[in-house]
């Protein structure tokens, strides 16, 4: 079936380090987004990337670091340098007007 | 995008239509009216949209206003598994746009048997 996979489901992070979440899509969709979504908040948007090797800062994106290397994958870093980075981060992709959403990871800095 | 305001919070029981009202009272002749829906710990789930003409599909029905200035997604025989927080969205009809989304705190709803 054709979708959106995030891994891993949930991640626990010492502080000081990095971590990277996995996004993966084989709905052949151009444009990937990262979402950040805290308890009792909306989703804000951390990067999206429109096109292979391009990519773009979204309204939260210090301490936060992506590649697109291929169409189907755009992973998440998660540096040192986030201060607050336990959230639960989505994943999404779009080639038109929908957006279709991952199943999310969650990040706990222990 | 215009910004929609929701109600925090509604109830609804098992088997009866669960109304759900948005207000978008600045929205442009070009934005669309999006409704999205998240369950707890999951990605949000698209449920429908619309730009003037009332819109229905298996999961929902969308009725929007003659002005457009506001919207109601109707699920016509709610279940409890419709428990969830719904979000209504306005954006222009355009990839690009993506980016802008403001996605606000939705309305949750609970599906009471």
């Known amino acids: 079936d054709g979708g959106i996979t995030q891994s891993p489901k949930y991640l626990f992070r010492k502080e000081g380090q990095n971590v990277t979440l996995s996004c993966e899509q084989n709905?052949?969709?151009?444009?990937m987004y990262w979402y950040r979504q805290d308890p009792g908040q909306g989703l804000r948007l951390i990067y999206y990337s429109q096109i292979v090797n391009d990519f773009q800062k979204g309204d939260i994106a210090e301490g936060y670091s992506v590649s697109r290397e291929k169409k189907e994958s755009f992973p998440l870093t998660v540096t040192s340098a986030q201060k607050n980075p336990t959230a639960f981060y989505l994943c999404a992709s779009t080639i038109g007007n929908t957006i279709y959403f991952g199943e999310g990871s969650w990040l706990t800095v222990v | 995008d215009a910004k929609t305001t929701q109600p925090p919070s509604m109830d609804c029981a098992e088997g009866r239509a669960a109304n759900l009202p948005c207000n978008h009272s600045t929205i442009s002749g070009n934005e669309y009216v999006y409704w999205y829906r998240q369950i707890h710990s999951q990605g949000p789930q698209y449920i429908i949209h619309g730009l003037k003409n009332n819109e229905t599909n298996e999961m929902a029905s969308l009725i929007i206003t003659e002005d457009r200035k506001s919207s109601t997604l109707i699920l016509p025989h709610a279940t409890l598994r419709d428990t969830a927080v719904y979000y209504c969205?306005?954006?222009?009809?355009?990839?690009?746009?993506?980016?802008?989304?403001?996605w606000g705190l939705g309305t949750s709803l609970a599906v009471n048997p």
């Open positions: 969205i306005v954006r222009v009809s355009n990839a690009g746009n993506n980016r802008k989304l403001i």
């Open positions: 709905l052949n969709h151009d444009a």
